[in-house]
């Protein structure tokens, strides 16, 4: 796979939280969902804790996500 050289705007939040230590829950969840006459489109659902509190936040499928959820060898849960 080619380098990104720019992060989707929530791919870059998520890396933010977790340089500031939240962790990620596995499994990451995949979903396919329709969107009109384009077809089908992919986001990944990601849980984020750090102490009692937990985030989710959602990445639609591209280049970057799939080249971070790759590097960081995460669970993935295709539902």
């Not at 890396?15 to 990620?24: E, F, P, S, Y």
């Not at 499928?61 to 539902?79: P, R, T, Y």
């Amino acid at each position: 796979m080619e380098p990104v050289n720019e992060l989707p705007d929530r791919l870059s939040q998520l890396m933010t939280w977790i340089t500031d230590g939240w962790r990620v829950e596995e499994p990451i969840l995949q979903r396919s969902m329709l969107h009109c006459r384009t077809g089908s489109i992919c986001a990944f659902e990601v849980v984020v804790r750090r102490d009692d509190e937990r985030r989710v936040i959602a990445l639609m499928d591209d280049h970057a996500v799939q080249l971070w959820l790759e590097q960081a060898n995460f669970h993935v849960l295709h539902i």
